[in-house]
């Protein structure tokens, strides 16, 4: 089951990416963006009655001021992989996004992996991302003629730069 994030998930939610990243960065990263108020989309995957996977989604702006949204990050705890959880979570949240009034959905990832969901390579529409990326950022369009073609660079919000 895919649902919003709630108060009493707040510690699942870090220890499934404590669980699932070498360091605990991405965990911290989610904190700061609730923090900060930039947590636009928050998802978990549930089973068994836990929290098995989170996906989250913050503002990002480009040259022009236009406002979309990144996914970063992504989680799922291993006995979860290889069985369509990240696959749900990522569909779920494009949706919550379009919903929340994001016409576009950045992502620094598996071209392949993030290609079925949608995603083409960024560069093919005039936008860079911050972190030397290349191939691996990847936007995706929600909504017809939101995308900011030839707009430069794309800047995630200041927490991603506590990722180092």
């Known amino acids: 089951m895919i649902r919003s994030e709630e108060p009493e998930d707040l510690q699942a939610i870090h220890t ?28 978990v995957a549930e089973a068994d009655s836990l929290v098995v996977g989170h996906i989250a989604f913050s503002p990002v702006t480009v040259e022009s001021g236009e406002v979309g949204a990144g996914l970063a990050p992504i989680a799922v705890i291993e006995s979860y992989r290889k069985q369509g959880v990240a696959a749900e979570l990522v569909r779920a949240g494009l949706q919550a996004c379009r919903e929340n009034g994001f016409g576009w959905v950045v992502v620094l990832g598996e071209p392949g992996y993030y290609a079925r969901c949608g995603f083409q390579p960024a560069t093919e529409f005039g936008l860079s991302d911050e972190y030397g990326g290349g191939v691996a950022f990847q936007v995706v369009e929600l909504v017809e003629g939101s995308l900011p073609v030839g707009d430069g660079l794309v800047k995630y919000a200041p927490e991603f730069a506590s990722l180092g």
């Open 16 to 43: 499934v990416h404590v669980a699932s990243f070498p360091t605990n960065a991405e965990a911290q990263l989610v904190d700061l963006l609730r923090e900060a108020d930039r947590l636009s989309v928050s998802l």
